[in-house]
């Protein structure tokens, strides 16, 4: 099993906290998207806080119809009342699945009030489809059509093999420790990173340029236990 990492940051546009459909709907674009590689729409849930309560038997889908469902609204209605915080805003989904193919979405906002950026993780396990260069270069670019990225990164990684007498040399040993991808929304020159990256050029839909996205890798897959991979990918992560 591999599991795909990504994270990107982007400024908030949002002078205080939008309300809870608000930001559901925010993620529309992103998760239509995702429905195209497996993961329906309607296969989203709202993790409660207190699920397995009387209050919360179950966690609630959080769309149908393509809009917000009470259900999910009342949940981060609630969790913002025990949060109690007007600063950020941390909204979880996730596809329904613990041991099989799904994936987990985390998209937590901030506000220009208190200078908070805002930021999106998206993790995936078992989906081949989303470990492949081309599906991320075109994810990347979509994500930053919907928003102003200041950094995406991308790492793929494998779990330690407890079972097998041995472990795979400690692999990705911190999150995104190391990355196969990076996205700047700069123009990068190769004579600017280390190794023989792949410098991919990200446009915008009427064909202005918006960043560069840098491969450590330059193969259809990453591959976690290829020492030589890891090695190039350790050195992307560590350079600014």
């Given at each position: 099993m591999k599991t795909m990492d990504l994270e990107l940051s982007y400024p908030s546009p949002h002078a205080t906290l939008p309300g809870v459909a608000d930001h559901l709907r925010q993620l529309l674009p992103l998760l239509d998207w995702l429905a195209l590689q497996g993961l329906a729409v309607e296969n989203w849930y709202a993790p409660a806080?207190?699920?397995?309560?009387?209050?919360y038997p179950a966690c609630p889908p959080a769309f149908a119809g393509h809009a917000p469902t009470a259900a999910a609204i009342a949940v981060l209605h609630d969790e913002d009342a025990m949060r109690d915080d007007d600063r950020l805003r941390p909204l979880a989904l996730w596809s329904g699945e613990e041991d099989g193919a799904g994936a987990f979405l985390l998209h937590t906002?901030?506000?220009?009030?208190?200078?908070?950026?805002?930021h999106l993780l998206l993790q995936s396990q078992f989906l081949p489809q989303l470990e492949q260069q081309d599906t991320?270069?075109?994810?990347v670019s979509a994500l930053?059509?919907?928003w102003p990225a200041s950094r995406v990164e991308i790492?793929?990684?494998?779990p330690q093999e407890e079972d097998a007498g041995h472990d795979e040399n400690a692999l990705l040993d911190d999150p995104l420790g190391a990355i196969w991808m990076r996205y700047l929304p700069r123009v990068i020159d190769a004579s600017e990173v280390p190794g023989s990256n792949r410098l991919h050029a990200v446009h915008a839909a009427d064909g202005s340029r918006l960043g560069t996205l840098v491969l450590a890798v330059d193969t259809d897959r990453f591959d976690p236990a290829n020492e030589a991979h890891r090695q190039a990918a350790r050195e992307l992560a560590a350079w600014q």
């Amino acid at each position: 099993m591999k599991t795909m990492d990504l994270e990107l940051s982007y400024p908030s546009p949002h002078a205080t906290l939008p309300g809870v459909a608000d930001h559901l709907r925010q993620l529309l674009p992103l998760l239509d998207w995702l429905a195209l590689q497996g993961l329906a729409v309607e296969n989203w849930y709202a993790p409660a806080a207190e699920a397995g309560s009387p209050e919360y038997p179950a966690c609630p889908p959080a769309f149908a119809g393509h809009a917000p469902t009470a259900a999910a609204i009342a949940v981060l209605h609630d969790e913002d009342a025990m949060r109690d915080d007007d600063r950020l805003r941390p909204l979880a989904l996730w596809s329904g699945e613990e041991d099989g193919a799904g994936a987990f979405l985390l998209h937590t906002l901030g506000t220009q009030r208190y200078g908070e950026p805002c930021h999106l993780l998206l993790q995936s396990q078992f989906l081949p489809q989303l470990e492949q260069q081309d599906t991320l270069l075109a994810l990347v670019s979509a994500l930053v059509q919907w928003w102003p990225a200041s950094r995406v990164e991308i790492g793929i990684s494998s779990p330690q093999e407890e079972d097998a007498g041995h472990d795979e040399n400690a692999l990705l040993d911190d999150p995104l420790g190391a990355i196969w991808m990076r996205y700047l929304p700069r123009v990068i020159d190769a004579s600017e990173v280390p190794g023989s990256n792949r410098l991919h050029a990200v446009h915008a839909a009427d064909g202005s340029r918006l960043g560069t996205l840098v491969l450590a890798v330059d193969t259809d897959r990453f591959d976690p236990a290829n020492e030589a991979h890891r090695q190039a990918a350790r050195e992307l992560a560590a350079w600014q």
